[in-house]
Antibody, heavy 115, light 110 residues
Framework: QVHLPQWGAGLLKPSETLSLTCAVYGGSFSGHYWTWIRQPPGKGLEWIGEINHSGSTKYNPSLKSRVTISVHASKNQFSLKLTSVTAADTAVYYC?????????WGQGTLVTVSS | QTVVTQEPSLSVSPGGTVTLTCGLTSASVSTSYYPSWYQQTPGQAPRTLIYSTNTRSSGVPDRFSGSILGNKAALTITGAQADDESDYYCVLYMDSGIWVFGGGTKLTVL
């Protein structure tokens, strides 16, 4: 069973860059899509984007200009960067392993954007 | 803008059957969209129930089933229990290679 601990800064000021990292324990790093999903307080889920082990990415068009997902295969880790954050980016951010809709979820990190 | 639609709220009696649906404003949902379903209780990460239309995730009771009904994906709960009271989300895979979540259904068991 895969385990996905994640970490990163939980409080940001507007215009700063959100940075989160997720480690992968258990199972192969290749052959899966490594994904970030977010959920604003009291709202629904939003797919941010994905990367595979070789670094091929897809992003949500609404966030594409600000998002970078990268992989560090040698460390079995992948990361999310979201630039120029605003209060609208306040959310719980989940890292996940995604296999055709079968999702193994990380525990989530609350990121709050506030001046 | 692709919009994935779900009922905002539904209710079911204990022991009853309820069907949640997942649709598209601009097309019919088919298995090609790999519809998948997740359950979330307050303060918890979501849990995968069904993926690729009708494959039950490990450990999910067989009272949860997925299908295509008409032009939508469907999640049916048969013999609802009190702890099925949760938020349920579907997700669809789009031609562009991205995934889009529905807005979620709040299910009440009463």
């Amino acid at each position: 069973q895969v385990h996905l601990p994640q970490w990163g800064a939980g409080l940001l000021k507007p215009s700063e860059t959100l940075s989160l990292t997720c480690a992968v324990y258990g199972g192969s790093f290749s052959g899966h899509y490594w994904t970030w999903i977010r959920q604003p307080p009291g709202k629904g889920l939003e797919w941010i984007g994905e990367i595979n082990h070789s670094g091929s990415t897809k992003y949500n068009p609404s966030l594409k200009s600000r998002v970078t997902i990268s992989v560090h295969a040698s460390k079995n880790q992948f990361s999310l960067k979201l630039t120029s954050v605003t209060a609208a980016d306040t959310a719980v951010y989940y890292c996940a392993r995604w296999d055709s809709g079968s999702i193994s979820w990380g525990q989530g990190t609350l990121v709050t954007v506030s001046s | 803008q692709t919009v994935v639609t779900q009922e905002p709220s539904l209710s079911v009696s204990p022991g009853g059957t309820v069907t949640l649906t997942c649709g598209l404003t601009s097309a019919s949902v088919s298995t090609s969209y790999y519809p998948s379903w997740y359950q979330q209780t307050p303060g918890q990460a979501p849990r995968t129930l069904i993926y690729s239309t009708n494959t039950r995730s490990s450990g999910v009771p067989d009272r949860f089933s997925g299908s295509i009904l008409g032009n939508k994906a469907a999640l049916t709960i048969t013999g609802a229990q009190a702890d099925d009271e949760s938020d349920y989300y579907c997700v669809l895979y789009m031609d562009s290679g991205i995934w889009v979540f529905g807005g979620g259904t709040k299910l009440t068991v009463l």
